[in-house]
């Protein structure tokens, strides 16, 4: 398996990018291509003392920055890496790519170039989702790929959510729930509503509603919400954690008796901080493309360079994208009486 | 003045609704008429010794609880505490209602038997959302009143919600911010893009798109959404600080040596948990009715009670009704050319 890196995609590029993929080509066994500016990918492979034969690189002279208006990129910028890697995974050159460049020019560069799997409405960007409590993460899809859902949407989410977190994360039968502002029946907005009678009668194990108190608790496998919602999400518990830590740090810092506790408990709140640290968790896929795309986060480190290499092989080897063909094709007429 | 208080209202009604009355009633010198069954009233009346004149009671037999249909329970229940206590506001037997009984049934309680202002499509239903960095609290439009909105629903909340907080909360010209997927102009959906340019264009002290990242640090003095997106950011802010502080208190707990130093913050962290209770501020205000309704928290404590009964106050002192009714008729022609 040869898997396609977005050698110039994110705040960190090149240099965490390939150090990061040095570190993954020491644990795995597939051939890792590095697309973008041969000279400083070159440079990094050195610096890095990279002697291996696993590690290739495919010349792309420019870079979509974060600035850049992602369909006027995609469509102007053919000699970008992210063009360039999209473009050989279509072409059979590979098999998987990987990029922490801008997210919304990866979403719509996999849909312009390696198209949308029939059935598929809109393609979604998940998000990997840290459960607060203590467990195993969650999946939420869309995380902002569409602004706008219908409720034959969020079940597509629903079903590719699934899949994923089945193959690629090894949880069988996944809990759906579907992020609503009340865990009734009946509840939410048309589309909601919708939403939830074709989820309750689908084959996906839907948990119901799940609100919003909910959600950092581990409520559920894959959240289900519209991209608007998705980003609220992801953007307020970043930051609403954050400002708790912040506060938690100063209140440790105020008083000499606290001062002497603070330090004692410093280590501990650090390992805890960790844990929200979800690029831990790799990558998070860019679903409902006719090939496996991995977004990573635009400040991604080696450390999640490599994470995101490694624990996405999955998406690839395990064959998510024909798996979600076929049910695709399954539910497709279900989803058409749905529908009107 | 007179305030009208349902009485049996809430998680801890009549108990703490009565004693907080008292409280408040120490320190106003306003008149507070108790709405209930008479009899419990009393007994709490006698259990807090409370021996003025300025409490009164008016009897109402029915309770509408937190389980119970919104529309059905107004229609109903007419001799409950909640459809008695608005009855009484609209006949002029009072300035002002305070209530932590069932949300829904006061909002439709609240529009069916006082009526919207004129030019207000959808009254809201405001929620007071904290500041985790520190500094003063946000008003958050709509926190659930209405599922979806429209343009100039969005546009209606921005202008009610900075009539409040200018006029009850004494901020003068409040920063309006709009929840968003992105901070630059023509981010979002339909939905946002227009209300961006309705906000931008009005008298309004707009300061843009705010992220949820943003919106727990102050970003902003009038948070303005539709109330699905206000429903998931209150419920999402209170399950991630929770969790968070769960953690760290886990935290604090391993290790030996973090034990004595967590005895030694414990003070200043539950100092800093305080802060986060919102209750302090008072109740949140149902906005685009034709009388002055404050919600409080069903969970309310008599602290809670008392103190949305002061700070309330100026909500029917500073006649913010009649404020917004004008500003309505200042906009009406506006809002209709910007709508078709």
Redesign the interface.
């Known amino acids: 398996m040869r898997i396609i890196l977005d050698g110039m995609g994110g705040d960190n590029a090149p240099e965490e990018i390939v150090k990061g993929a040095v570190q993954a080509a020491a644990e795995i066994d597939h051939e890792i291509i590095i697309v973008g500016k041969p000279e400083a990918i070159k440079k990094e492979l050195e610096r890095n003392k990279y002697s291996g034969n696993r590690i290739l690189i495919e010349p792309a002279e420019e870079v979509i920055t974060m600035e850049d208006s992602p369909v006027k990129a995609i469509r102007r910028k053919k000699d970008s890496s992210l063009v360039v890697g999209l473009s050989m995974l279509r072409d059979g050159r590979g098999d998987m790519f990987v990029s922490a460049g801008n997210t919304g020019a990866l979403v719509v560069g996999a849909r312009l170039i390696l198209g949308r799997i029939r059935g598929i409405d809109r393609p979604a960007l998940a998000s990997i989702y840290p459960n ?3 467990g195993e993460p969650g999946l939420l899809v869309d995380a ?1 790929a569409s ?2 859902s219908k409720a034959k949407n969020l079940l597509e989410y629903a079903l590719m959510g699934s899949i994923f977190v089945d193959k690629v994360w090894g949880r069988e039968n996944p809990e759906v729930g579907l ?1 609503n ?1 009340g865990t009734e029946e009946g509840k ?3 589309v ?1 509503k919708d939403a939830f009678q074709m989820l309750k009668e689908s084959h996906l194990n839907f948990v119901g509603n799940v ?7 581990g409520a559920c496998d894959v959240i289900v919400c519209d ?3 998705g ?11 954050m ?6 740090k100063q ?2 810092k ?2 000499i ?2 001062m ?6 410093k280590s ?2 650090m ?2 901080k960790d ?1 929200f640290d979800y690029e831990e968790y790799g990558g998070a896929p860019v679903l409902g493309v006719t090939m496996p795309v991995i977004k990573m986060h635009g400040s991604s480190t080696a450390k999640a360079v490599a994470s995101a290499i490694k624990r996405g092989i999955p998406y690839a080897e395990e064959n998510v994208v024909d798996i979600i063909k076929e049910e695709m094709l399954k539910v497709e007429e279900y989803i058409e009486i749905e529908e009107e």
């Open positions: 607060i409590n203590g902002g602004s706008e992020v502002l939410g907005t048309s909601t609100e919003g108190r909910d959600v950092p608790k991209g608007f919602t980003n609220v999400i992801l953007k307020l518990t970043e930051g609403v954690a400002s708790v830590f912040k506060r938690v209140a440790l105020s008083g008796k606290s002497i506790g603070g330090a004692l408990v501990n709140l390992a805890l844990e």
